[in-house]
């Protein structure tokens, strides 16, 4: 299974040190690397990769702050520690955190770490959830996947649209995708998520911008030029 992966350490000798261990196995790819912990929040948010490996003292931002805003952003991502900070461990874990290693430590033993990955992301991939749970302070609502036909983001606010309900919820888009992981759903655009078995059609809307309309709903969806390739690729 192909892992995405980011690395977080301001030592620069320790980031070519995890690269090399990275593309010396099969379906693993470095997508980048940050020198601090606010630089490992934005490009998590922006490249969206499987595992970020993060070293707990980095300048503008301690990697297990870094680690919470990374988990409310996206839940599912993978989350190994490299540090040379034995203490911290108790706080790594309280983020989710899927391994801690600590610095120096041999190569075999982070290789074991992204096998172990490689498998837990196969498994997840191969069991989309059912039901979507959506909590609030009046309880929680639980949502049938099969009936969701659009998610989208306005005002702060992310509706979850199918053919004879509307739910609404604070949880982030990138949050709900990463629960739809091995689902039949499409990230058309920044704002928008969207089931490609309801899409009906598909109109220009400016330059490099369209609008989709979707069977069982009233509510259409926008899409960018270069998602719109890759959705016909899919249909």
Request: contains cysteine; hydrophobic residues 40%.
């Amino acid at each position: 299974m192909n892992l995405k992966i980011l690395i977080a350490d301001d030592d620069a000798g320790m980031r070519l040190v995890l690269r090399k261990i990275i593309e010396s196995m099969e379906e693993l790819e470095c997508i980048g690397e940050a020198t601090d912990g606010g630089e490992a929040v934005r490009l998590c948010l922006e490249l969206r990769p499987d595992v970020v490996f993060l070293d707990v003292d980095m300048p503008v931002m301690k990697g297990t702050e870094a680690a919470k805003k990374i988990t409310e952003a996206q839940p599912g991502i993978f989350k190994v520690f490299c540090t040379a900070h034995a203490d911290y461990m108790t706080d790594a874990f309280e983020v989710y955190a899927s391994d801690y290693l600590i610095k120096p430590f041999k190569t075999d033993r982070v290789r074991q770490t992204l096998r172990r990955l490689q498998k837990e992301k196969a498994k997840n991939k191969a069991a989309p959830p059912k039901t979507i749970m959506l909590k609030s302070r009046d309880g929680m609502t639980f949502v049938p996947v099969k009936d969701i036909l659009m998610i989208y983001r306005e005002n702060k606010v992310t509706y979850i649209e199918t053919s004879n309900e509307s739910y609404t919820t604070s949880e982030s888009l990138n949050s709900l995708e990463d629960k739809l992981t091995g689902g039949d759903f499409f990230r058309c655009h920044r704002a928008y998520i969207i089931s490609p078995a309801a899409v009906a059609n598909i109109y220009p809307y400016g330059r490099w911008t369209y609008t989709v309309s979707l069977r069982g709903t009233d509510k259409t969806a926008l899409i960018t030029h270069e998602k719109l390739d890759e959705l016909q690729r899919i249909l």
